[in-house]
Nanobody, 121 residues
Framework: QVQLVESGGGLVQAEGSLTLSCTAS????????MGWFRQTPGKERDIVAC??????FYDGSVKGRFTISRDYSKNTVYLQMDGLKPEDTAVYYC????????????????WGQGTQVTVSS
C-alpha cells in the first residue's frame, strides 16, 4: 500500500517562495505519474502540475512560476513555488497515478493528506 506524505507548506508573503515535498512510502514505480493539486473551500480540486517519464505539465496559472521535479532515488516529488500570489492560497495535495499523464482528479488513485499554503498580500 503506497502512502504519500506532503510537507513544506506554510505562510509566506506575496512574491515569496516555498518548496513542497511529497515522499512516498512503499514502491512508486518509475512509470507512475506524480501530480500536485490544490483546493480552496467550496471549489474543486484542480491540477497544478504533474510529471512522469514523458515530461511535465503546468496549469496556465502557475506556468513560469512553479517547477515540479522528482527524485526517484528518494521516492520524492517536489513543487518549487516562486513569485507566490495571494490567489495561490490553498491546500496542496500530492497524488499518484499509474501510467500516462493526467490532469483530472479522477485519474489519480493515491493521495496525500494535504498541506496548507497561505500567501499574504
Amino acid at each position: 500500500q503506497v502512502q504519500l506524505v506532503e510537507s513544506g507548506g506554510g505562510l509566506v508573503q506575496a512574491e515569496g517562495s516555498l518548496t513542497l515535498s511529497c515522499t512516498a512510502s512503499g514502491r512508486i514505480f518509475t512509470s507512475y505519474t506524480m501530480g500536485w493539486f490544490r483546493q480552496t473551500p467550496g471549489k474543486e480540486r484542480d491540477i497544478v502540475a504533474c510529471i512522469n517519464w514523458s515530461g511535465t505539465f503546468y496549469d496556465g496559472s502557475v506556468k513560469g512560476r512553479f517547477t515540479i521535479s522528482r527524485d526517484y532515488s528518494k521516492n520524492t516529488v517536489y513543487l518549487q513555488m516562486d513569485g507566490l500570489k495571494p490567489e495561490d492560497t490553498a491546500v496542496y495535495y500530492c497524488a499518484a497515478a499509474e501510467g500516462q499523464m493526467g490532469t483530472t482528479r479522477s485519474r489519480y488513485n493515491t493521495w496525500g493528506q494535504g498541506t496548507q499554503v497561505t500567501v499574504s498580500s
